[in-house]
């Protein structure tokens, strides 16, 4: 069979015929809604699911998110950032192990609450603290008595195994919460009325710094799992890990106390900022 190849007129025909279906075809694409994704930082070095992270943790940081507000979905993140539902999931893992977001099965993932934060090299008004951050404190007293002092807490005070010393036991609470437990020895050498204080006026520890000129403070923090009974008055989980501040005080070289500060590691956190003088920076 003989192809006829076409004519110039048939050429120019086609020509003038693609072109206009192109130009449809821009002016369609054109009215089309794009679905917007969020623009990526210019760093390609940064890693996709830190991206994700900063990206949240920027909006938590300015209040655009807050404490409760409901983050996007992982599958609205996907769309959003163009990446994968692993890349995503990751971000919000490290997230979450970072207290930033708490995520709820079958529900989504929240901006959680900041845990206070205690100075953790100076002794601190606990109290005062609380009601700094617009909360309601209470302590409730659980004991105070006179105990024979066991070997540890012998060699901490610098008395005999078996001599007498002070014990009391409180928890302190925020906004009804418990959030610290309290577990003390007093050296009745230094504080010999410390029994007879009314501690429902001023806790043991404010009663303490105002009474005993200390000048030296010992702090030691240590991760642990609270007892049973630990659990039960910090109103826990026995398997939920809490840490655990011991502080020891002295004055011109003699043992004030030794007291054990429960915090649940969920509500609570310690922390200072110093310059390299040495000297504490107000937050």
């Not at 089309?32 to 940081?61: C, E, N, T």
Request: one cysteine or more.
């Amino acid at each position: 069979m003989t192809r006829l190849d076409p004519s110039p007129a048939q050429l120019a025909a086609h020509m003038v015929t693609d072109k206009a279906t192109d130009t449809a075809n821009e002016k369609a694409n054109a009215h089309r809604p794009h679905k917007a994704r969020a623009a990526r930082p210019a760093s390609g070095d940064v890693a996709l699911f830190q991206q994700v992270k900063d990206h949240i943790a920027r909006q938590i940081q300015d209040g655009t998110l807050r404490a409760g507000d409901r983050l996007p979905s992982e599958h609205e993140l996907v769309a959003q950032f163009g990446i994968s539902r692993m890349t995503v999931n990751r971000a919000l893992r490290e997230l979450v192990t970072q207290g930033r977001i708490v995520r709820v099965a079958g529900v989504g993932s929240f901006v959680a609450e900041q845990k206070p934060q205690s100075n953790l090299l100076q002794i601190v008004n606990l109290a005062s603290e609380i009601r700094q951050r617009g909360h309601d404190y209470a302590c409730q007293m659980l004991v105070v008595e006179r105990v024979a002092a066991t070997l540890e807490v012998a060699a901490a005070l610098n008395v005999r195994t078996g001599e007498s010393v002070f014990h009391s036991v409180c928890v302190h609470l925020e906004d009804g919460v418990p959030i610290q437990l309290e577990d003390r020895f007093v050296n009745p050498q230094v504080v010999p009325d410390f029994a007879q204080q009314d501690f429902t006026q001023q806790q043991p520890s404010e009663f303490l710094v105002r009474t005993v000129p200390f000048d030296e403070i010992e702090h030691v923090v240590d991760a642990v799992l609270p007892t049973p009974e630990q659990a039960q008055r910090l109103q826990m989980d026995a398997a939920e890990p809490c840490l655990l501040l011991t502080r020891r005080t002295w004055t011109q070289g003699v043992p004030v106390t030794l007291v054990r500060c429960l915090h649940p590691a969920s509500r609570y956190r310690l922390g200072s900022r110093y310059s390299a003088s040495g000297n504490p920076m107000s937050t």
